[in-house]
């Protein structure tokens, strides 16, 4: 078996290193013991990716993984972990044929010290046992989403001196960075240090922040003060600025970058930043794709951060699990705001539950709610944490959930909690956490687009305290089905014209827009993403309700809608339903998007006439004239600073 190849991220400038085993790792399903099966592969891996995306049901088994790594004579004298980013879902540890230990769920990192396990001078080898079974003490137990396994983060070796901050505190960075105060003239801070020291005496801990350093003294754990003068506020995507932290204790240095800012949310006037207010025009997202599933580069997290700026968000809802540390950290340095969750997931309509009552489960998401929030503390991008989406009421999980709910708030008293449920709101689970959201899917699962507005206005008439937002909404769409008409399909079908989607969102944007206490609103889904129990659309396995495709080729009309809504920095002008290019009938329907005014359709060179757009930047033209065969479609703003074009062919 080959060596791993060990890259450096640091130097030997300062005492610890890091080094990403990505590479010379071999893979093997856990039930087939031939020892011709193992497969050379690199991280980020997860064996679903062998699944065909129709698979009922996909593959939720056993792994191994294992790789090598000769031991560098740097490291003698120092203290040496294994840091896993994310490997899903119960993971057992093995080094040198001895037991490291073991983490369950799939979402949080986890460090374990190795030192007194590793051979010096020789080739240690390291095996990962991985299962993403189904399990009930393990959360997610259920939901509308794959479960993928394997090592589909990355893995790092950690090599420290004796004395070191600490990476074992719930593998956090061992730092956490406190705003105390803040104004304009300065900005108070308390940094906290958790330390490793085998010398068991008192170290000086230094914090340089803005230039200036700042010191306390501690054996286990030092508490720093320390002052920003003229602080420059983290401000969104208006002006995400960020600090850096440099802690050292003797030879040992840990890095944070964080920002300070301020936001509240009022129950009737919504979402405020440093004062002023702000409308979340959020998305949610799942952190998979076609082809790779769950086991993303740092490049694909990345593209997606892209697209979601270039739609317009500026926030977003990391559903259902923590996500990789690269959407946080990309988050933070773009300026959307996150609410950031743990996989406490309900069945939805699903005849499932996602709550069991046993103290097995209870101590699992007591654990992974405290790693999701030690381990990004820092991030000036998360402004609330995630307890639970769509759980039931039987078994009654309130009592479990204000335990929970306390547990967020001694961890981090500076952030609120928030829910996502689709019950009713005079159910208890409603009070439990400060914010409180809905997934609605009305005009798709039942009932209307215009029945999202009397929801909420009731739901805020009767419960004035309730600080309310929209979790999630969509419709699912195939980019390969169209229809003259717009009319709802069957939700469950495999229908999906892409038009109804887009018409959902223009009358469910239309209610929340104009209901300023709604503090957020996340569109379920920016992209289509795996869920093998479906059986509906143009394909099995998918849940299409993204505004863009598995692949993140194609971008749906919808999409385009919330461009030209949430985007003034850009010119926007789109014609919908350019993918229809076969038309049955001579007359038909049109609609584009618009933040440039005014724009004019042009048909075989004719004009069809100037449209002005609405309070939703839509414009409509009506029964417009095709010709027999190919008509070549032209739409062009009338101040001339955007255009868009397609070809439609008629055959009666």
């Not at 003034?568 to 049955?584: M, N, Q, S």
Request: proline letters at 4%; aromatic letters at 12%.
């Amino acid at each position: 078996m080959a060596a791993a190849l060990l890259i450096f991220a640091a130097g030997n400038l300062f005492a610890r290193e890091t080094v990403t085993l990505r590479d010379g790792w071999e893979f093997r399903y856990g039930w087939d013991f031939a020892a011709s099966r193992w497969e050379k592969i690199s991280l980020p891996h997860t064996w679903n990716t062998a699944d065909k995306e129709s698979d009922h049901p996909y593959t939720r088994t056993m792994g191994l993984y294992r790789t090598s790594f000769a031991f560098n004579p740097s490291w003698n004298g120092k203290r040496l972990f294994l840091r896993f980013n994310g490997a899903a879902t119960v993971a057992d540890v093995m080094l040198n044929d001895r037991y490291v230990g073991r983490h369950k769920g799939g979402y949080t990192a986890f460090c374990f010290e190795i030192t007194d396990l590793l051979e010096r001078g020789k080739t240690n080898r390291l095996s990962v046992r991985l299962s993403n079974a189904e399990t009930s003490d393990v959360i997610p137990l259920t939901g509308d989403f794959n479960i993928f396994g394997g090592l589909y983060r990355s893995v790092e070796l950690i090599a420290a001196d004796k004395v070191c901050v600490s990476p074992l505190d719930y593998a956090s960075s061992g730092v956490y960075i406190t705003q105390t105060s803040l104004s304009d003239e300065k900005a108070g801070l308390s940094v906290k240090v958790k330390l490793l020291n085998e010398e068991r005496t008192e170290q000086t801990v230094s914090v340089e922040i803005d230039g200036r350093r700042f010191t306390g003294k501690g054996v286990d754990e030092a508490v720093i003060a320390a002052e920003i003068e003229n602080p420059r506020r983290w401000n969104g995507v208006a002006d995400p600025f960020l600090y850096t932290a440099v802690v050292r204790v003797g030879n040992d240095k840990v890095t944070e970058t964080f920002g300070v800012r301020e936001f509240s949310v009022d129950a009737d006037r919504g979402f405020f930043l440093n004062g002023n207010p702000i409308r979340l025009n959020g998305v949610c997202r799942h952190q998979e794709r076609e082809g790779k599933l769950s086991a993303l580069t740092e490049e694909d997290h990345l593209l997606d951060i892209k697209i979601m700026k270039e739609m317009g968000s500026n926030a977003l809802r990391a559903a259902h699990y923590p996500q990789a540390k690269e959407i946080y950290e990309a988050c933070d340095r773009e300026g959307l705001l996150v609410w950031a969750e743990i996989p406490f997931v309900g069945p939805g309509g699903y005849d499932d539950t996602g709550y069991l009552p046993s103290p097995y489960l209870h101590e699992n998401i007591r654990t992974q709610l405290i790693e999701m929030i030690r381990q990004n503390y820092n991030h000036p991008s998360i402004v609330t944490w995630g307890l639970f989406n769509e759980l039931k009421m039987s078994p009654n999980p309130v009592p479990f959930l204000e335990e929970l709910n306390r547990l967020a708030k001694e961890e981090d008293p500076s952030r609120p909690t928030v829910a996502a449920t689709n019950l009713l709101a005079s159910e208890p689970l409603t009070f439990v956490t400060d914010l409180i959201a809905w997934n609605q899917y009305l005009g798709w699962y039942g009932g209307t687009p215009a029945m999202l507005g009397i929801f909420l206005d009731a739901v805020h008439q009767r419960y004035p305290e309730l600080k309310i937002a929209v979790s999630e909404y969509g419709a699912g769409a195939s980019v390969l089905h169209h229809e003259e008409a717009i009319r709802k399909p069957q939700a469950t079908g495999k229908f999906h014209p892409e038009a109804y989607q887009t018409e959902y969102h223009i009358q469910n944007w239309k209610a929340l827009k104009a209901r300023e206490f709604v503090w957020g609103t996340f569109i379920w889904n920016l992209f289509d993403f795996s869920a093998s129990h479906r059986t509906e659309g143009d394909r099995d396995g998918i849940n299409d309700k993204g505004l863009v495709t598995h692949d993140r080729k194609e971008y749906k009309d919808a999409f385009y809608f919330y461009q030209a809504n949430w985007r003034d920095d850009i010119p926007v002008l789109h014609l919908c339903e350019k993918r229809f290019t076969d038309r049955g009938k001579k007359r038909i329907f049109v609609r584009a998007f618009s933040n440039v005014g005014k724009a004019e359709l042009f048909v075989n060179g004719e004009s069809a006439g100037i449209a002005e757009p609405d309070d939703l930047r839509c414009l409509i033209w009506k029964n417009v004239k095709l010709n027999e065969g190919k008509n070549q479609i032209e739409l062009k703003a009338v101040d001339g600073t955007a255009a868009d074009s397609c070809v439609w062919n008629f055959k009666q």
